[in-house]
């Protein structure tokens, strides 16, 4: 029997056909090897055979007592009169006196300070049932001043006033560089805090091993004093009783503590 011979004649796909095929085949291919367990692993996952660190935390407080060394005085001038240029006159040329009484203390230039310069319309409201009448203008004028020698601090109090000054704000105590004091605040605050561990950790049948973390906070220490409006001026043979006290310089720490 003579053999029979079949021909089949198939048309080649178009690109586009063979690449959709070539990345199926790669999908499969992936997605086979994930399947199989040969795909990565992630990075980030915690490993059991680690054993957690144990943390300690406790505060501790330290706290210097200082006496001040320098003052900070907050006063102005406050005028009102008709018109601005009439109000403007004469806070200038009162506050042009009081900045020559402190410069005359020995103050100097660079420890004097505007603070504020308002100036504002004042409205009588009385009229019943009409508009408000414009009565004149009030002009603020204020100036901070740091007094270095405390045992000028009354006169320039005195001065400012008798010069023209009409309010004082108020005096702050402070010492000028509290970095010595800040520092020995914080050994004090970092031993509190450690004995505080200690006693602890102690009781706790542990051992302390290192520090995790310090984080740390650090008190004001400046006390402002209040006098308000000043009326009537000073009298010549009554002098301004300031007392300047102490400050507390304060730091406060929060340790946490690695134990085991």
Do not use: C
Not at 23 to 28: D, N, Q, R, T
């Amino acid at each position: 029997m003579t053999p029979t011979t079949v021909t089949l004649t198939m048309p080649l796909p178009d690109a586009r056909v063979r690449w959709l095929a070539g990345g199926l085949a790669v999908g499969l291919l992936a997605a086979a090897f994930v399947g199989s367990g040969g795909g990565p692993r992630s990075v980030f996952a915690a490993d059991p055979a680690t054993p957690a660190e144990h943390t300690l935390t406790v505060t501790g407080t330290g706290r210097v007592v200082v006496t001040p060394d320098v003052a900070d005085l907050r006063l102005g001038v406050v005028v009102t009169r008709p018109t601005v240029k009439a109000a403007r006159s004469v806070a200038a040329d009162q506050m042009t006196k009081v900045i020559a009484a402190l410069k005359k203390l020995g103050i100097a230039d660079k420890d004097i300070q505007t603070t504020g310069l308002s100036l504002q319309p004042n409205y009588d409201y009385s009229n019943s049932g009409g508009p408000a009448r414009l009565t004149g203008y009030t002009l603020s004028n204020g100036v901070a001043t740091t007094v270095r020698n405390l045992d000028r601090i009354g006169d320039a109090i005195d001065a400012s006033i008798a010069a023209g000054a009409t309010t004082l704000d108020g005096v702050a105590f402070r010492v000028d560089d509290p970095a010595r004091a800040q520092d020995q605040a914080r050994a004090d605050a970092m031993k509190q805090a450690r004995a505080k561990a200690d006693t602890l950790a102690s009781g706790a049948g542990v051992s302390i091993r290192g520090v995790a973390s310090i984080a740390e906070s650090a008190g004001p220490t400046p006390y402002p004093v209040y006098f308000g409006s000043v009326r009537g001026g000073v009298a010549a043979d009554k002098a301004t009783p300031v007392e300047v006290g102490s400050n507390d310089v304060t730091v406060n720490v929060s340790v946490s503590y690695l134990i085991g």
